[in-house]
């Protein structure tokens, strides 16, 4: 009798490595669920600490979650281009900075943000015609006072809408980089949008969809430029969600059906209880003599 293999425990290290796979799997809005699971599975309490202070960060950031700040002046987008330190993130909205629990995904502290952490008064005109959940951040050229040289910003927005109680959750996230070249008078556009819906009802249904374009315009005054940008991230949000609302609106008539089993050309069932009506099994029937 062959001998039965042990199965062999696995180390901590693999157990925290597994542990940070599902929570940065984590649906939107739900890692707080998985990791209440996930602690309770490892049952140690320093192996999921390790875990989470590795996941949470580059979740929140990956998914652009927006913190309410602590004194409640607004909000703060948690991404890379705000992120001044592991856990300080410059809200340039409000002009402040604001210090964020990762794991508790809570704002702690708000502070004013210095002239160092900001851009020059120049490329403030251009960063400041934002609204809404949407933060403007100076990527590049920061210290630029004037006319004649290049500079970047990067546009992010981010917005989600939970509600695990009609077991549902999902998420908006785009980025748009928009590089200003003095030279050539050229703003260039180009942006990544990421949608995710999870739907968990009697069932488990993911949606996780990515998008990538780009664009131009010209090199103008301030409040045109900012016209003309909003205008092409507008359009080029609107033309993909309607893109992604008429693909699944016809899910039923054409994913879903050829998911399925294809009937003949004949639009009819073969049927197997009664082979014989067919020619060629009357003529192989004939030849092989079954039947006499």
Not at 87 to 101: H, M, S, W, Y
Not at 103 to 108: D, M, P, R, Y
Not at 169 to 195: L, P, R
Not at 248 to 256: A, E, G, I, R
């Amino acid at each position: 009798m062959a001998e039965e293999e042990e199965e062999s425990e696995l180390s901590d290290k693999q157990k925290v490595e597994i542990a940070k796979w599902f929570l940065l799997n984590s649906p939107p809005g739900e890692i707080q669920y998985v990791a209440k699971d996930v602690k309770s599975i490892l049952n140690n309490d320093d192996l999921y600490n390790e875990a989470a202070s590795e996941a949470f960060p580059f979740y929140n950031k990956s998914h652009l979650i927006s913190l309410q700040m602590s004194d409640r002046s607004g909000d703060v987008l948690v991404t890379s281009f705000g992120e001044l330190e592991g856990n300080v993130f410059l809200e340039p909205r409000t002009a402040q900075v604001a210090i964020v629990d990762h794991v508790k995904q809570v704002c702690t502290e708000v502070r004013p943000a210095t002239d160092e952490e900001l851009p020059s008064p120049y490329i403030e005109e251009f960063r400041s015609l934002s609204k809404g959940v949407c933060s403007v951040y100076c990527i590049s050229g920061k210290d630029v006072e004037g006319p004649g040289s290049d500079f970047e910003l990067a546009v992010v927005i981010s917005a989600a809408r939970h509600s695990p109680q009609n077991f549902c959750n999902g998420s908006w996230c785009s980025i748009w980089n928009i590089e200003f070249k003095d030279d050539q008078q050229t703003v260039e556009v180009k942006g990544k949008m990421q949608v995710g819906a999870h739907y968990f009802e009697e069932g488990n249904v993911q949606l996780d969809a990515k998008h990538e374009c780009k664009d131009a315009t010209l090199f103008q005054a301030p409040e045109d430029c900012a016209l003309a940008i909003t205008s092409i991230i507008r359009h080029h949000e609107t033309e993909y969600l309607a893109s992604l609302e008429a693909s699944y609106l016809n899910l039923p008539d054409s994913t879903f059906k050829d998911l399925r089993r294809k009937l003949p050309v004949t639009r009819t069932l073969f049927p197997w209880h009664n082979t014989l009506q067919f020619s060629l099994t009357r003529d192989i029937s004939k030849e092989l003599g079954v039947g006499k």
